[in-house]
């Protein structure tokens, strides 16, 4: 008939941090060379030392989308994804002073597949989308979470993570 069976795929628990930087459309075409020479080196580093290291990470522009298998994990290098960016004295490096990012954190079941497009392992569904929705409301300077990912830091012991509502 023509019509072919879905194929059989398992979600898995992931910890996805959606981020991207304040004002990025404003850089002139003259900076863009100090974002990607500073300011994405200055990820790329931090992801490479990390003891929190992201299972996977990807960039488009300003964006960076990195997945977690652990809500720890996840909540530690948001953190200190965040304080590496503000303790950066961005205007003696050709970008804005104000630079900064906002990270959005979100907890749930998602596809783990090879992208047909990129060939590497990226993660799929409705709850990437929903962690991706999060970093567009969360103020430049926070990590915003779900309530889903404030409960798994809830009920995990072991650390010292604490989410307060907004």
Not at 31 to 54: C, E, H, T, W
Request: charged residues 20%.
């Amino acid at each position: 008939n023509g019509v072919k069976q879905p194929l059989h795929m398992r979600r898995r628990l992931k910890v996805m941090l959606f981020a991207d930087v304040k004002n990025y459309s404003r850089l002139s075409d003259e900076q863009i060379p100090a974002f990607l020479g500073v300011f994405l080196r200055k990820v790329a580093r931090l992801i490479a030392r990390s003891d929190n290291k992201p299972e996977a990470w990807h960039t488009w522009g300003d964006g960076l989308y990195l997945v977690f298998n652990d809500v720890v994990d996840g909540a530690a290098f948001s953190l200190g994804l965040l304080e590496c960016i503000e303790r950066s004295h961005w205007e003696r490096q050709g970008l804005p002073e104000d630079t900064t990012i906002r990270v959005g954190l979100h907890a749930g079941p998602v596809y783990p597949a090879l992208d047909p497009i990129t060939r590497r392992d990226n993660f799929f569904g409705t709850h990437v989308n929903r962690a991706a929705r999060i970093e567009q409301a969360t103020t430049p300077g926070c990590v915003f979470t779900s309530q889903e990912t404030a409960a798994l830091l809830a009920a995990t012991p072991g650390h010292s993570f604490v989410c307060d509502y907004v």
